[in-house]
């Protein structure tokens, strides 16, 4: 079975400056890596996802992941932030199965202010 | 239309009622899941269903009852709810070896 920490419920930081969001994950088998954004009143987007090859990820709106296996992390970065990045941020990870079972984390709060 | 469709958007519902929460997509995908997100609690995974077939079923009370009529439509029938069943409802949708969820907007859900 899978399972994802997220440490930081919620993160502060300021418009223009960088962001890291931390996912760990724990796995016995081969894992997929997510991440989804969560805008108010909304579902969940995906951001971006790691399924094999090089370990850095370029994702949507300017979001990056790199994958780590020896330290089973998958952390979230953004070298500049917008006011508009303002959601919740959600890691999950799933198994080589034939249909995907994802198992998120308990979420991270992005406040971004001016 | 496009993407994983939920209606209703907003539900209240009393404690004895009878509703169902209907999700539709529109992405030819061959599974399709049913989420509950509540307050400071990871993202809950109720029921996935593949190939029009039930291939989990996470220890849901059974005041949930899912139904799957065809690959395109997934439905939630709710009875008898408590209050804590309040949540947001996500339904989700994928397409097996083609990576990735594909997520409606949620029903939000009000036990009275």
């Known amino acids: 079975a899978q399972s994802v920490t997220q440490l930081d419920s919620q993160v502060p930081v300021f418009e223009e400056a960088p962001v890291e969001l931390r996912c760990n994950y724990s796995?016995?088998?081969?894992?997929?890596l997510f991440w989804y954004v969560q805008y108010p009143n909304q579902g969940l987007q995906l951001l971006l996802k790691y399924l094999s090859g090089s370990t850095l990820v370029k994702g949507i709106n300017g979001f990056e992941a790199e994958f780590n296996k020896s330290q089973t992390s998958f952390h979230l970065r953004k070298p500049s932030v917008h006011i508009s990045d303002t959601a919740e941020y959600f890691c999950?990870?799933?198994?080589?199965?034939?249909?995907?079972?994802?198992?998120f984390g308990t979420g991270t709060r992005l406040l971004v202010s001016p | 239309e496009t993407g994983v469709t939920q209606t209703p958007r907003h539900l209240v519902m009393g404690m004895t009622n009878k509703k169902s929460l209907k999700c539709e997509q529109h992405l030819g995908h061959n599974a399709m899941y049913w989420y509950k997100q509540s307050a400071k609690k990871p993202l809950e995974l109720m029921f996935v269903?593949?190939?029009?077939?039930?291939?989990e079923n996470n220890s849901v009370p059974s005041r949930f009852s899912p139904e799957c009529p065809n690959s395109s439509h997934l439905f939630l029938h709710l009875h008898t709810l408590q209050p804590e069943d309040s949540a947001l409802y996500l339904c989700?949708?994928?397409?097996?070896?083609?990576?990735?969820?594909?997520f409606g907007s949620g029903t939000r859900l009000t036990v009275v």
């Open positions: 999950a990870v799933s198994g080589p199965s034939g249909f995907q079972k994802l198992v």
């Open positions: 269903y593949s190939l029009e077939e039930r291939v």
């Open positions: 989700a949708s994928s397409q097996e070896r083609n990576y990735g969820y594909t």
């Open positions: 796995s016995s088998v081969s894992v997929y």
